[in-house]
């Protein structure tokens, strides 16, 4: 119950909040690929992983890995600036276990259990030590179709820590399949019998079965597990391990579904003949796989799939889409839509203020111009011979003298707000501190605010620029109320009085 509330929040934050750009950003053994779309054009960027940095898709050198990540993000924003890069990661193959099974059609409230149900029956690795997620396949009258993904909780976790400590903000994890398959959905019209894709990347094989747009099955197998100890593969070897796969999968296919793909669609730049030839061997037809439109570099296409999952809301949802981030990233996602609608509102709140200060301001300045133009009107007055009119033309002078001194008397007992609120909020900008609630019973009580920094010295360093300005006195900063967050950042209170 407690998730489904907490994912309904997460829902409702995301619609009242503003939609950042999500990039894709793919991590292999050798490198990082980087996608993003701007004006619709696909740009790409890559930078090369020192050797051993990632092995078998596990971090072994973390340093070497954020070094590279930095510099990456330098080569994405201009110097000096601070801003979080979002991304959708794809996770090294060799990291994701894939396996599809079916669920009873039940009730929704049930599914979710069902489901968790399942994924942890079927995971290969320990639940405790494992992320899983799932995606619907396939929805018949009588059952659903899952495609249920499995890693390790650890090496995930090394890849989040990672990236927020270079200044990127994972939004999602994924595996290679899925985002390549996601580009092939959005750019080629693709056919709804079951296809066969077939990659050779420099990571290794990988090959998965489509149906529909969807993935039935994925499998991969690295290099180093084809090439063992030797330095190089021959020819001959790569084509015999090549068929030797393709065999395999075309078996599963046939014992899975009763049927055989129709066709094969291949990435394999620089050998485009020889895996033709292999594929004819089945007597099955080949495509290569190009996107010419995109005047992106084939090696780039599951990234750019990865740059398109949150570009439109149809993975949104529950089982929509495969994120192996797991509840840490979940939460972390909320609170930073916690801090996005913060500031969003923050940001109309004071417009909205603003624009009613200056409407009181013009009124104010008309009424005072209208009680000057007709008191110089009366003064100037010459009544009439009838008393009895120039009687009630006083009565109706003197309360309307009355009115304007009662709205005179009210502008003056009003006080002012927003000349010591936009004191606080400049200096609270200048310090790289942001303000996320305030408390004013009145401009001249005790305030109270709840604020966020970056580190202690931050901390310490508003609390001595708030004291040291006369605007302040009594400043406080109770240490009770000093709070670390899970990103590091730290949450406390100060108080004090406006010297008015």
Known sequence: MARKIFKKIIRFLEKLSSKPRIDGMEITDSALKYAFFEEGEAKTIAVKLPPGAVSDGKITDKEQIVASLKQLKRFLLPPKKDDILRVNVVLPASLVFTQSFSVPNVNPNELEESVNLNLQMISPIPKEEANMSAQIISERDFNYEFLGAFADKKEIDDYQSALMEAGFAPVSFEFHAIA????????????????????????????????????????????????????????????????????????????????????????????????????????????????????????????????????????????????????????????????????????????????????????????????????????????????????????????????????????????????????????????KVKILSISITSITSPITFLANAASYDTVLSFKNALAADPLFTGVDVPLTQIITESDNSIDFSVSFTFNL
Do not use: C
């Open 180 to 431: 390549l398959s996601r580009f092939l959905r959005k750019t080629f019209v693709v056919s709804k019998d079951l296809i066969l894709v077939f990659e050779l990347s420099s990571e290794g094989i990988d090959l998965f079965l489509m149906k529909d747009g969807n993935i039935y099955f994925s499998y991969f197998r690295s290099w180093r597990s084809i090439q063992g100890g030797a330095s190089s593969i021959a020819k001959e070897t790569l084509e015999s391990v090549v068929a030797e796969e393709l065999r395999r999968v075309l078996n599963f296919a046939s014992g899975k579904f009763g049927i055989s793909p129709t066709s094969v669609m291949f990435l394999s730049p620089g050998f485009e003949k020889e895996i033709t030839a292999i594929v004819g061997s089945f007597g099955l037809k080949s495509a290569p796989i190009v996107a010419a439109q995109l005047k992106i570099s084939p090696v780039f296409y599951s990234t750019a799939g990865a740059a398109m999952r949150w570009q439109k809301d149809d993975e949104i949802g529950s089982f929509r889409a495969i994120n192996l981030g797991g509840e840490d990233l979940s939460r972390a996602i909320y609170d930073e839509q916690i801090i996005n609608f913060l500031s969003l509102w923050r940001g109309v709140v004071a417009s909205v203020l603003s624009f009613l200060l200056l409407a009181y301001i013009i009124g104010a300045v008309f009424v005072i111009d209208q009680y000057k133009s007709i008191t110089a009107n009366v003064a100037d007055f010459t009544p009439p011979l009838d008393q009895s009119k120039l009687v009630d033309l006083e009565n109706k002078a003197s309360a309307f003298n009355a009115t304007v001194a009662e709205l005179m008397s009210i502008r003056g007992a009003n006080q002012d707000y927003y000349a010591p609120l936009r004191h606080l909020l400049d200096i609270s900008n200048a310090n």
